[in-house]
C-alpha cells in the first residue's frame, strides 16, 4: 500500500482532458489513479470517469446481455449494471469475499466494474508514465492506456482504458457513450479494505481546510459524492447539513467544517461523504476532498498530548500520525468520539424526526387511489429472477399439461403443442428462448398465453407469482446492454423499498415476425 504524499491540489481534476487513449491530463503535471487487483494483475484507471467505490451489490441477471455481466443492482434507487472484469480478461472464476470492491465509472452512463481489491490512489508523475510498445509483443495491449513504473510499491501497473474496454464488450452501451462524449469531470473517493496486520493501521486521509485527518478504515463504510439533494431539517444546529438518501435509508449529514469551527466553505466537485459507523448507528461527514489509503505502522501513532485534548476541535481527534519522518502529520479522529459529539447526536435526533414526519405523512397518502399513474402487471419467474408483462397482455394461464404433442418439421424454438379447448396453442420455453438453462417439467409451472400479432402462443414459466400495481414512477428504461436485450427488456421497475427489481417484457416481441408465420401455420 503507497504511503506516497499527494501533492497538494492533486485530487483537483477541474480542466481535466481526455486523449485519445482515455486518460485525463491534468493542469498540473501530477495525475492521479485508482489502483487495484484482478487477478493475479495490478491495475490502474485514471481518476476522471471513477465516480465512486463500493462494496460489491447483490444483483439481478438479465437474460440476452453478455456473458461478462453479473447482472444489476440498484444504486440508490438508480439502475447500476455490474460487470466482472475476471470474466472480461479471461481469469479463472473467485467468489467475491470482503475485499471485493465495485469500481463505479461513468463514461456515457454508469457502470460497476467487479475487482478483487482497491489498493490505492496514487498520484504518477508524468515521468514515470511509458506506451505499451515495449509489451506489445508479449501481452495483448488493446486495453491498455500506459504502463506506470514504479509507483504504490509496484514495478509496474498497467492503465486499463475502459472508454476501449466497454466498446469491445458492450457495443450498445458504447454507442451510448460516444453520444454522449466521455465525461472526464468527476473525481473520486478510494477505499480499500485488506487484512490488518497487528502493528499496523489502515487509515482513510482527507483534508478539511488544508489540514490532514484520518479515521480507521474499519470505521468508513464507504465513501460517496455529495448528493443534489439534501433534506433541510428545521431548527437543528448549524453543523447538521440535513439528511439524504442511501440506498433506501436516510443518513443524517453534518460538516465537518462547521463542528472544527473552521470558515465554511460550499461543497463542490471534489468534496465527499465519509459514511462513519458506530454500532447500528451511521453518519456521513462531509470533507473537503479525500486523498488516500493510508497503512503506517502503529509505531508511527502518537496519542494525543495531554496538554492538547480539551474541549471543542480536538476533543475528537485521539491519536496523532506521523509520515515522512515527522514532516507529515495526520490527525486521526475516533469515531466514538465523534458519535458523542453534540452536532452528530443533534443529526441523528433529527434523522429519526423526519423519519418519524415521512411515515405519518405516508400513511395519509396510502389513502389517495392514484389507479392512473400506475401499471398493472402479472409478474412471473424464471429461476430467481422476476419478470412482469401488462396484464391486458396475458389472455390466459394455465398449467403446463404432463405430455407436450411435438409435431414434426415444426420450427425448432417451439417445444411442441397442446389442445386448449379444441384449439392448437404452440407453446414456447421461455427460459430456450431468453438463453437460460433448461429444467425438468415441475408442479409449479404455468403456461402464460399472449395473442401476438394475431397468433396466441403460449410460453413456458417457472411460475406466476402476483399481479402488482407498480407507480409508473417506479418504471424507468433499462441499460442498453445488447440489441436483442434492449428490445425485448425494454424497461425495468425498480422497487427500492421493497428491494425488488422486476423486468419488464414487451410480449410483441418474443417472436420475430419471421417466426409467426412458422406458428400461424402450426396452430392452423
Known amino acids: ?57 447483490e444483483v439481478v441477471r438479465v437474460p440476452l446481455a453478455p456473458a461478462a455481466l453479473d447482472g444489476l443492482s440498484n444504486l440508490r434507487g438508480k439502475v447500476l449494471p455490474i460487470i466482472s472484469l475476471r470474466r472480461i480478461f479471461g481469469f479463472s472464476e473467485r467468489e467475491n469475499d470482503d475485499s471485493s ?72 452501451i458504447a454507442a451510448v457513450a460516444r453520444s454522449a462524449g466521455i465525461s472526464g469531470s468527476l473525481a473520486t473517493a478510494a477505499e480499500s479494505e485488506e487484512e490488518e496486520t497487528s502493528d499496523e493501521l489502515q487509515l482513510v486521509s482527507f483534508d478539511v481546510a488544508g489540514q490532514e485527518y484520518a479515521i480507521t478504515i474499519e470505521d468508513v463504510q464507504e465513501i460517496v459524492q455529495v448528493p443534489e439533494q439534501i433534506i433541510h431539517v428545521p431548527h437543528s444546529e448549524s453543523h447538521v447539513l440535513g439528511v439524504m438518501t442511501l440506498r433506501s435509508r436516510l443518513l443524517p449529514l453534518v460538516s465537518l467544517r462547521r463542528m472544527f469551527a473552521l470558515p465554511p466553505q460550499a461543497a463542490d466537485e471534489h468534496s465527499r461523504i465519509v459514511v462513519v459507523a458506530l454500532g447500528s448507528a451511521s453518519v456521513g461527514v462531509v470533507m473537503d476532498n479525500v486523498n488516500e489509503v493510508l497503512r503506517v505502522a502503529k509505531s508511527d501513532v502518537d496519542a494525543m498530548p495531554s496538554l492538547l485534548v480539551r474541549e471543542g476541535e480536538l476533543a475528537d481527534i485521539s491519536e496523532i500520525c506521523r509520515l515522512d519522518d515527522g514532516k507529515r502529520l495526520v490527525s486521526i479522529i475516533s469515531a466514538a468520539n465523534l458519535f ?40 412471473f419467474r424464471l429461476d430467481k429472477e422476476e419478470f412482469g408483462v401488462p396484464i391486458e397482455s396475458v389472455q ?17 424454438f417451439v417445444e411442441g403443442v397442446i389442445n386448449l379447448r379444441g384449439a392448437v396453442l404452440p407453446v414456447i420455453d421461455l427460459r430456450r428462448r431468453l438463453g437460460l438453462t433448461t429444467v425438468e417439467r415441475s408442479d409449479t409451472q404455468r403456461v402464460m398465453v399472449f395473442l401476438i400479432e394475431g397468433v396466441r402462443t403460449g410460453f413456458i414459466v417457472d411460475s406466476v407469482a402476483e ?13 442498453r446492454l445488447s440489441a436483442e436485450q434492449a428490445k425485448l427488456l425494454a424497461r425495468m421497475a425498480n422497487l427500492e423499498k421493497q428491494k425488488r427489481m422486476v423486468q419488464l417484457i414487451d410480449p410483441s416481441h418474443l417472436v420475430e415476425h419471421r417466426e409467426l408465420k412458422d406458428l400461424a401455420k402450426l396452430a392452423a
Do not use: C, W, Y
Open 101 to 172: 470492491r465495485a469500481l463505479v465509472i461513468d463514461i456515457g452512463q454508469p457502470l460497476g466494474f467487479v475487482v478483487d481489491r482497491v489498493a490505492s490512489v496514487v498520484g504518477v508523475e508524468p515521468s514515470r508514465i511509458e506506451g505499451v510498445e515495449s509489451i506489445r509483443s508479449t501481452v495483448n495491449t488493446d486495453l491498455l492506456s500506459g504502463i506506470i513504473k514504479d509507483v504504490g510499491g509496484h514495478a509496474m501497473i498497467m492503465v486499463l482504458n475502459f472508454a476501449k474496454l466497454i466498446e469491445q464488450e458492450f457495443a450498445e
Open 340 to 379: 458523542n459529539h453534540s452536532s452528530v447526536k443533534e443529526a441523528l435526533k433529527s434523522m429519526d424526526d423526519l423519519r418519524d414526519d415521512q411515515q405519518s405523512k405516508a400513511s395519509v397518502e396510502l389513502d389517495d387511489d392514484a389507479t392512473d399513474d400506475d401499471e398493472q402487471v402479472v409478474v
Open 1 to 57: 500500500m503507497s504511503n506516497e504524499t499527494l501533492e497538494q491540489g492533486a485530487s483537483q481534476v477541474d480542466g481535466a482532458e481526455v486523449d485519445d487513449d482515455g486518460l485525463a491530463t491534468m493542469e498540473s503535471d501530477t495525475r492521479q489513479f485508482v489502483t487495484f487487483i484482478a487477478g493475479d494483475e495490478v491495475f490502474a484507471v485514471d481518476m476522471a470517469p471513477v465516480q465512486e467505490i463500493i462494496r460489491v451489490p
Open 396 to 412: 390466459e394461464i394455465v398449467r403446463v399439461p404432463e405430455v407436450l404433442t411435438h409435431v414434426p418439421k415444426a420450427p425448432p
Open 467 to 479: 399481479v402488482l400495481k407498480i407507480h409508473k414512477a417506479s418504471i424507468e428504461p433499462a441499460p
